[in-house]
């Protein structure tokens, strides 16, 4: 799954930490969601598709071998 | 995602000074050679080997510094992988030792137990280094 949180967040000016405080996860977390490495909650990623008044379907799209 | 319920994160602390203190004691007792009875042996070893897998249980159920969905999940995997060692362990082990003692018996408890944290600690921390 691909997401464009690193876009949104440098759109945003919001570093990882302050991402991280707002939707109540550690900086560790946004920082594997972005890599890809780990794929949130849909309560996570509605709180994050909150803070970027963007939809979940903007924020993540699924790849061809999900 | 769910929440597990865990021990508050001030627990990890007592847990790792409860540790030390029955590996400190049970190095003494050791090195000391100091003249007991059988039973009493018996039963400070007991007690010494309850007290270290309480202090390991309480580490393993002690909430990190930061717990969220995603250190939750690594939980999960992280206990997933012990209770299915420990299961393939509890049934293998005593088909090896009918193979190679000719007695088909299980080590200790303590033993098992002891590798099953391992197996807990080892997945835990290789998989939060991997997603990280």
Known sequence: ????????????SLTQEELANKVGVSRQTINSI????YIPSTSLALKISLVFCQSV????????ND | ???LTLLP????????????????????????????????????????QSG??????????????????????????AFTNAFIFGVG?????????LLFDGEFNLQSRFELLLMMF?????????IKKKTE
């Open chain 2, 118 to 126: 391992a197996v807990f600690f080892i997945s835990y921390y290789s």
């Open chain 1, 1 to 12: 799954m691909k997401n464009t949180l690193k876009i949104q967040r440098a759109i945003h």
């Open chain 2, 52 to 77: 270290i897998l309480l202090c390991l249980l309480t580490l393993t159920i002690a909430a990190g510094k930061q717990e969220d969905e995603l250190t939750i999940q690594i939980r999960i995997k």
């Open chain 1, 34 to 37: 972005e890599k890809g490495k």
């Open chain 2, 9 to 48: 994160y001030r627990f990890k602390k007592y847990a790792w000074i409860g540790l030390f203190a029955f590996l400190v004691a049970t190095i003494i007792i050791k090195i000391s050679g100091v003249d007991l009875s059988e039973d009493t042996k018996e039963l400070l070893k007991n007690i010494l």
């Open chain 2, 1 to 3: 995602m769910e929440k």
């Open chain 1, 57 to 64: 379907n903007e924020l993540f799209q699924l790849e061809e």
């Open chain 2, 89 to 97: 362990f509890t049934a293998i082990v005593p088909f090896a030792n």
